[in-house]
T-cell receptor, first 114, second 112 residues
Framework: NAGVTQTPKFQVLKTGQSMTLQCAQD?????MYWYRQDPGMGLRLIYY???????DKGEVPNGYNVSRLNKREFSLRLESAAPSQTSVYFC?????????????FGPGTRLTVL | DQQVKQNSPSLSVQEGRISILNCDYT??????FLWYKKYPAEGPTFLIS?????DKNEDGRFTVFLNKSAKHLSLHIVPSQPGDSAVYFC???????????FGTGTRLKVLA
């Protein structure tokens, strides 16, 4: 049982390049989330998916798109990377999403945009 | 506007003593609170939670206290161990929504 996995672990991009961060969970969770963590800012929600086929914006969605490919996988895409998107990105999942429940996090992707 | 605040960026405690981490919130609609622990190069892991209908929840060495009138919660770790050295985030949620609001974290260092 791997929990929440993320690829890649590290990535360096040039301004304007695009990339997709991958996330998968094997806990049969309904809800999935993407966060970014910046120094002194805590974790901020970018997008979330309450269930397969649905996605919604979080606190900081600008510059990102997401795809809930199936129940297991939730990807985050940067279409044209900017230095302001240098951050550590965490994917998380939870069972129901409708009630308060615990979110489980992946190990993170450290992204640097030059 | 930061709805969840952890005003102490860091804290050092001697092994065996009590660690007290604090968190304040401004939104009275929050009704559930959680603490997460994060080691370097890892994702946050759930530690303990408390509903707003309670004022205390205990799990082994970890106890969370909630003071709703002051909009304040704290995490007590007794006794503190070197393995507790990590960054601790508090999070708040309005139940029925999907959105956790995280504080900025407190880095705890337990000195052997």
């Amino acid at each position: 049982n791997a929990g929440v996995t993320q690829t890649p672990k590290f990535q360096v991009l040039k301004t304007g390049q695009s990339m997709t961060l991958q996330c998968a969970q094997d806990m049969n969770h309904n809800s999935m989330y993407w966060y970014r963590q910046d120094p002194g800012m805590g974790l901020r929600l970018i997008y979330y998916s309450a269930s397969e086929g649905t996605t919604d914006k979080g606190e900081v969605p600008n510059g990102y798109n997401v795809s809930r490919l199936n129940k297991r996988e939730f990807s985050l895409r940067l279409e044209s990377a900017a230095p302001s998107q240098t951050s550590v990105y965490f994917c998380a999942s939870s069972f129901s999403g409708g009630d308060v429940d615990t979110q489980y996090f992946g190990p993170g992707t450290r992204l640097t945009v030059l | 506007d930061q709805q969840v605040k952890q005003n102490s960026p860091s804290l050092s405690v001697q092994e065996g003593r009590i660690s007290i981490l604090n968190c304040d919130y401004t939104n009275s609609m929050f009704d559930y609170f959680l603490w997460y622990k994060k080691y370097p190069a890892e994702g946050p892991t759930f530690l303990i939670s408390i509903s707003s209908i309670k004022d205390k929840n205990e799990d082994g060495r970890f106890t969370v206290f909630l003071n709703k009138s002051a909009k304040h919660l704290s995490l007590h770790i007794v006794p503190s161990q070197p393995g507790d050295s990590a960054v601790y985030f508090c999070a708040a949620i309005n139940s029925g929504t999907y959105k956790y609001i995280f504080g900025t974290g407190t880095r705890l260092k337990v000195l052997a």
